[in-house]
């Protein structure tokens, strides 16, 4: 186990004094945004998060270690050369490291990798979640398996809007994830700031949601929970617009046989076109909020470990 994880410095000190930390996953680096706009924001979220007090863990498999903590130069080499890093899930994890290769972790293999370094809070964009059509395809995301299995609160803005809402909340409960909703008691749909549907709970601080998870867990309630922040007002799209480019998006795909790993990065490119780029530029003030809500969550969730 100690030869295949690696702790940067900064992680170690912090996971030995007890400091908050805050999980970030490396796909969106490499995988969900355009080089040089993937790096510039992947330094802007440790740089959010340090500003709120907290201590950034970006995660990535690193020529077959298991990485919590980069540096620069790795940042950077995951940034510019996404054709040379495997999308790395949960089930990709032990052929990633076995081969020596470097991954980018997804929502699932970060949760895990966090879990195993003891960390408990991971800002995210959006989670993956059941597909649109699963009836016929199975398409599931294993985020939503991970989820209902591993001790990681995941804030985001919701499931990635390509998906099937109803059938991810649907999936959500039956596995016991609570999915709540930071002041607000609507699912937010990751570019837009309100959906059809409702959240289990609204909670209006970090400190409640702090106060929650840490009963859940002193419980043995196992499992993560799903902390949903609206993306800001000013940065939300259109709803209809919005619509009508994943339905477009989702139709070009079928046409073109796309699926699998490669469906939500053909997707949120597709979708960054046809909204001549407002949906990444959305895409990166979302992230950007969810790692501000992580920061006070993961202090606030520390503070009460530390009474």
Known sequence: MNDLLKISEEVQDALDHHLPIVALESTIISHGMPYPKNLETALNCEKIIREKGAVPATIAIIKGKICVGLNSEELAYLAKNAQDVVKTSRRD?????????????????????ASLAGIKIFATGGIGGVHRNAEVSMDISADLEEL????????C????????????????????????????????AFYTRTSPYKVDYQMDSPKEIAKMLKIK?????????LITNPIPEVFSLDEKLMNKAIDQA??????????????????????????????????????????????????????????
């Open 93 to 113: 994890i032990a052929s990633v490291c076995a081969k020596g290769l470097t991954g980018a972790t997804t929502v699932s293999s970060t949760m895990f990798i």
């Open 148 to 155: 209902a299995q591993t001790n990681v609160a995941v804030i």
């Open 157 to 188: 803005a919701g499931a990635k809007a390509i998906l099937d809402l109803a059938k991810t909340l649907e999936y959500l409960e039956t596995k016991g994830v609570p999915v709540i909703g930071y002041q607000t008691d609507t699912l937010p």
């Open 217 to 225: 867990w002193d419980l043995g309630l196992n499992g993560g929970a």
């Open 250 to 307: 989702l139709e070009e795909a079928k046409e073109q046989h796309i699926g699998g790993k490669a469906i939500t990065p053909y997707l949120l490119s597709r979708i960054k076109d046809l909204t001549k780029g407002e949906s990444l530029a959305s895409n990166i003030q979302l992230v950007y909020h969810n790692c501000e809500l992580a920061s006070l969550i993961a202090k606030a969730y520390n503070d009460l470990n530390e009474i």
